[in-house]
């Protein structure tokens, strides 16, 4: 069968214009709000929407890969390496909501954007992705990114990172200290540090 890539579109909430664009050109694009009825964004049913995406997709015959993408994924030029790559598991790199890399380390890679060929969901008994928490059911452990590349490299698959792409959230603007002219972008959760080592 020839490479027929199935892209699914975690709407949740809204598509960012960015990715909607980007979209155009992908003849089969699906929303998962549309192939899923329980598609909700917190944080344990995003789990829940993935795994109903992946399921949906091994009932399609037409399709042998499927990218995954989230509504503030923001792709760019380079984004392009992950439809274009031939490898099993491939993800971007983008930044998460802390300012950093996210899943920096080899092996790991973000499902906000991410490839999957058919028989790895084959081969991975599911659940594919699920999350981790804390003793105190306080805190996740290991997102569901994590867990799902955590199972595909035991099962013999090792998930790799090709290009990049961009990813939209909040930001807060604060007048520059020196220069009225410039701005500082913050992060709310590196302001909220940065404010409580100041006692505010
Ligand atoms: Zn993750």
Same mark, same amino acid.
């Given at each position: 069968?020839?490479?027929?890539?199935?892209?699914?579109?975690? @709407?949740?909430? $809204? #598509?960012?214009?960015?990715?909607?664009?980007?979209?155009?050109?992908? %003849?089969? =694009?699906?929303?998962?709000?549309?192939?899923?009825?329980?598609?909700?964004?917190?944080?344990?049913?995003?789990?829940?929407?993935?795994?109903?995406?992946?399921?949906?997709?091994?009932?399609?015959?037409?399709?042998?890969?499927?990218?995954?993408?989230?509504? @503030?994924?923001? $792709? #760019?030029?380079?984004?392009?390496?992950?439809?274009?790559?031939?490898? %099993?598991? =491939?993800?971007?790199?983008?930044?998460?909501?802390?300012?950093?890399?996210?899943?920096?380390?080899?092996?790991?890679?973000?499902?906000?954007?991410?490839?999957?060929?058919?028989?790895?969901?084959?081969?991975?008994?599911?659940?594919?992705?699920?999350?981790?928490?804390?003793?105190?059911?306080?805190?996740?452990?290991?997102?569901?990114?994590?867990?799902?590349?955590?199972?595909?490299?035991?099962?013999?698959?090792?998930?790799?990172?090709?290009?990049?792409?961009?990813?939209?959230?909040?930001?807060?603007?604060?007048?520059?200290?020196?220069?009225?002219?410039?701005?500082?972008?913050?992060?709310?959760?590196?302001?909220?540090?940065?404010?409580?080592?100041?006692?505010?």
């Amino acid at each position: 069968m020839k490479e027929q890539l199935c892209v699914v579109v975690f @709407d949740g909430k $809204p #598509v960012n214009c960015f990715l909607r664009k980007w979209l155009h050109q992908f %003849p089969h =694009v699906y929303m998962a709000s549309e192939i899923s009825l329980e598609l909700d964004y917190f944080s344990d049913m995003i789990t829940c929407s993935r795994n109903q995406a992946c399921s949906w997709f091994l009932e399609q015959e037409n399709f042998n890969r499927i990218l995954m993408l989230d509504h @503030d994924i923001v $792709p #760019v030029r380079e984004t392009m390496e992950v439809v274009k790559s031939p490898a %099993p598991i =491939v993800t971007a790199r983008y930044v998460n909501k802390s300012g950093v890399l996210s899943h920096s380390v080899k092996g790991q890679g973000g499902a906000g954007c991410m490839a999957i060929r058919k028989e790895i969901l084959k081969r991975v008994e599911p659940p594919w992705f699920a999350m981790k928490m804390d003793a105190l059911g306080i805190k996740v452990k290991t997102c569901e990114c994590s867990y799902f590349c955590d199972k595909a490299r035991e099962a013999g698959y090792f998930p790799i990172k090709v290009g990049r792409c961009g990813h939209a959230m909040k930001a807060v603007l604060l007048p520059d200290n020196d220069d009225p002219e410039k701005v500082q972008f913050i992060l709310p959760r590196i302001l909220r540090d940065l404010l409580k080592k100041k006692g505010m």
